[in-house]
């Protein structure tokens, strides 16, 4: 009797008092909360992060920032077209170079073909090496510096990254997935960028003066020393790359199948357990994570592209810049000068171990992105 009375109570109230009762005209649809999303999550200041180079890259190749849709415009046939355009960009100093290599040849193969032999083939040899090391010591030294810079500021976007991608697969429901990757690349990233500039640049500028050095001396020989470091560190990071994706694919299954069974309970929970609207809400949280797992591939798949192509321009210039020190080490075999072949092929060694530095961090960071992408959901 006592809630009856309450109950006639309270709806003569609300019927004497007025109060207006009115209904939303429209519901904000997918494309207004996966935009509203994308500023709040911050992926809308990582372009900004970008270097110049890697900006320009990314748009003579359809980029359009890191929205779901950004790369959609992206084609084969603009990403060649700007590969090309780089590759043209960095092979006018290393045709400098080689000219310059060949012409040294020629006339140390003419001087020998003139000389007297004994002590002035030696003297011959040793003013060839000089003469090579004077004209490619420079840009190849230039490298280890191209080195430093694009893991240095692949470092520290990806730092700028990982917070804002983790954010995303939480807010998609894998809350497991989230913080597993954000602790796993935030110290890959820093690790990287803390080997590479106290442990990786260093050896390799001492190995590269080395060989400089040997190159002047008759009776040194670094050509196996250089080779042997060139296996040994491919061996290494080969090694490395594949703990690290396999470590990262373990972790993120079993932390999606955690997810998977969170995410289900908390829309089993929300339909059965919150009267009249529990299904209504169950629905809504369903289009959310959908509009949040949208965003995220967009944002991964622009990350991915970024990555790239903050890594291709030093890549193409190790290529290049290798292909020179090959092509120069071959010219010296034929005419028989051994110590400038020695230098070219220590040198092309210590530009090889670069480009595989260059390549297995690139990996890393795109298989980590990948697999976090498929793994979350």
Same mark, same amino acid.
């Given at each position: 009797? +006592?809630?009856?009375?309450?109950?006639?109570?309270?709806?003569a109230?609300m %019927? %004497?008092?007025?109060?207006?009762?009115? #209904?939303?005209?429209?519901?904000?649809?997918?494309?207004?909360?996966?935009?509203?999303?994308?500023?709040?999550?911050?992926a809308?200041?990582?372009?900004?992060?970008?270097?110049e180079?890697?900006?320009r890259?990314?748009?003579s190749?359809g980029?359009?920032?890191f929205?779901?849709?950004g790369?959609?415009?992206?084609?084969?046939?603009?990403?060649?077209? /700007?590969?090309?355009?780089?590759? +043209?960009?960095?092979t006018?100093?290393?045709?400098?170079?080689?000219?310059?290599?060949?012409?040294?040849?020629?006339?140390s193969?003419?001087?020998?073909?003139?000389?007297?032999?004994?002590?002035s083939?030696?003297?011959? /040899?040793?003013?060839?090496?000089?003469?090579?090391?004077?004209?490619i010591?420079?840009?190849?030294?230039g490298?280890t510096?191209?080195?430093a810079?694009?893991?240095?500021?692949?470092?520290?976007?990806?730092?700028l990254?990982?917070?804002v991608?983790?954010?995303?697969?939480?807010?998609?429901?894998?809350a497991?997935?989230?913080?597993?990757?954000?602790?796993?690349?935030?110290?890959?990233?820093?690790?990287v960028?803390?080997?590479?500039?106290?442990?990786v640049?260093?050896? %390799?500028k001492?190995?590269?003066s080395?060989s400089?050095?040997? /190159?002047?001396?008759?009776?040194?020989?670094?050509?196996g020393?250089?080779?042997?470091?060139?296996?040994?560190? +491919?061996?290494?990071?080969?090694?490395?790359?594949?703990?690290?994706?396999?470590?990262?694919?373990?972790?993120?299954?079993?932390a999606?199948a955690?997810?998977?069974?969170?995410?289900r309970?908390?829309?089993?929970?929300?339909? /059965?357990?919150?009267?009249?609207?529990?299904?209504?809400?169950?629905?809504?949280y369903?289009?959310?994570i959908?509009?949040?797992?949208?965003?995220?591939?967009?944002?991964?798949?622009?990350?991915?592209?970024?990555?790239?192509?903050?890594f291709i321009?030093?890549?193409?210039?190790?290529?290049?810049?290798?292909s020179?020190?090959?092509?120069?080490?071959?010219?010296?075999?034929?005419?028989g000068?051994?110590?400038?072949?020695?230098?070219?092929?220590?040198?092309?060694?210590?530009?090889?171990?670069?480009?595989?530095?260059?390549?297995?961090?690139?990996?890393?960071?795109?298989i980590?992105? #990948?697999?976090?992408?498929?793994?979350?959901?």
């Open positions: 009797m +006592r809630r009856a009375v309450c109950f006639i109570f309270a709806a109230v %019927l %004497l008092s007025g109060f207006p009762a009115f #209904a939303l005209d429209e519901t904000p649809d997918t494309a207004q909360i996966t935009e509203r999303l994308y500023h709040e999550s911050g809308d200041r990582l372009e900004s992060s970008l270097p180079d890697a900006r890259f990314l748009e190749s980029f359009t920032g929205t779901p849709n790369v959609s415009n992206v084609d084969v046939q603009r990403v060649l077209s /700007s590969l090309g355009k780089i590759i +043209r960009q960095n006018i100093e290393p045709f400098r170079v080689l000219v310059g290599i060949f012409g040294i040849v020629l006339l193969a003419a001087l020998r073909t003139v000389g007297t032999g004994g002590s083939d030696g003297v011959l /040899s040793l003013v060839t090496s000089l003469c090579t090391i004077s004209v010591a420079p840009p190849v030294l490298l510096s191209d080195l810079d694009t893991i240095t500021v692949s470092g520290n976007f990806m730092l990254y990982v917070p991608i983790s954010g995303l697969i939480v807010a998609s429901g894998a497991a997935s989230g913080y597993m990757y954000c602790g796993v690349m935030v110290f890959v990233s820093n690790a960028m803390q080997i590479a500039s106290m442990a640049v260093p050896l %390799l001492c190995l590269m080395l400089l050095v040997s /190159s002047a001396c008759i009776s040194v020989k670094l050509g020393l250089t080779e042997l470091f060139r296996k040994a560190s +491919r061996f290494v990071l080969t090694f490395c790359m594949s703990l690290f994706a396999a470590f990262l694919t373990m972790r993120s299954i079993v999606a955690a997810d998977s069974l969170t995410n309970a908390v829309k089993f929970a929300v339909s /059965s357990f919150v009267p009249l609207v529990g299904g209504a809400l169950s629905e809504a369903q289009t959310v959908s509009c949040v797992s949208i965003l995220k591939a967009g944002v991964g798949a622009a990350a991915i592209a970024a990555v790239f192509a903050m321009p030093a890549a193409v210039r190790c290529l290049i810049w290798q020179v020190t090959s092509l120069g080490a071959a010219m010296c075999g034929i005419f000068l051994d110590k400038a072949e020695s230098l070219l092929v220590s040198l092309s060694n210590v530009v090889s171990v670069m480009f595989a530095v260059l390549m297995c961090t690139m990996v890393i960071y795109m980590s992105t #990948a697999v976090i992408i498929i793994a979350g959901g």
